[in-house]
């Protein structure tokens, strides 16, 4: 068990930039999730995916961001045309359906000049 | 919706004092309940679960009892360390499966000094 990994830990960027932040989940976890963390607030939900279906979408997810699991493994989120309101911390975690809690990477922080 | 709520921090407190983090939810159905904890410079990891009503969840000397009566998971120590010293979340996720997404409470900060 190596743990969910997120790639890049930190990201810095210019508004109206695009982003992609990477995650590899656990390996045979089947489900993974996107949550957005702002200073002082807990995490909050984005999305999530069952192998490569995504299930579900919060309202929080503008239609500038979009999120991918095409094989079922690992999944991607990008941020198209970004605004100062996008810095945060953004997490990944999965899970296996049915059994066992959500594991959670440490995060990309992204912040916006 | 779902939500949680946490009380306030920052939480202050001195070596082998005892700890109590309120946490309050309103949900609809059975939700399983969750302490996550982040040490400084870390992810967040899973403290402790709860799946149905009356359940205790411990771990590390931390306890928390799902209360459907009162909607509370408090949790709590009995006698805390410096390394206790980290950001605590309480969590609900909106079913009884683990893998349903979670609803966060905005966390609470435990400061602990020696």
């Known amino acids: 068990d190596t743990g969910v990994s997120q790639d890049p830990r930190h990201k810095i960027t210019k508004r109206g930039q695009n982003v992609t932040f990477r995650c590899d989940p656990i390996?045979?976890?089947?489900?993974l999730y996107w949550y957005r963390q702002t200073l002082g607030q807990g995490p909050e939900f984005l999305t999530y995916?069952?192998?490569?279906?995504?299930?579900?979408k919060s309202r929080l997810l503008s239609d500038r961001f979009s999120a991918e699991r095409p094989k079922g493994s690992f999944s991607t989120l990008e941020i198209q045309r970004t605004e100062q309101g996008d810095s945060a911390m953004y997490l990944c975690?999965?899970?296996?359906?049915?059994?066992?809690?959500?594991?959670f990477g440490d995060g990309t922080r992204l912040s916006i000049l | 919706g779902n939500s949680v709520t946490q009380m306030e921090g920052p939480v202050t407190l001195s070596e082998e004092a005892f700890l109590t983090i309120n946490c309050t939810y309103t949900?609809?159905?059975?939700?399983?309940l969750f302490w996550y904890v982040q040490y400084p410079g870390e992810g967040l990891q899973l403290l402790l679960k709860?799946?149905?009503?009356?359940d205790k969840g411990s771990n590390k000397g931390f306890e928390a009892t799902y209360r459907k009566e009162t909607t509370s998971f408090h949790l709590e120590k009995g006698s805390v360390q410096v390394s206790d010293s980290a950001v605590y979340f309480c969590?609900?996720?909106?079913?009884?499966?683990?893998?349903?997404?979670?609803?966060f409470g905005a966390g609470t900060i435990l400061r602990v000094k020696s």
């Open positions: 975690a999965s899970s296996l359906v049915d059994r066992g809690p959500q594991h």
């Open positions: 390996s045979e976890h089947n489900r």
């Open positions: 995916f069952q192998n490569e279906a995504q299930l579900e």
């Open positions: 949900a609809t159905g059975y939700p399983s």
């Open positions: 709860a799946t149905k009503a009356d």
């Open positions: 969590a609900l996720s909106d079913s009884m499966e683990y893998g349903n997404k979670l609803v």
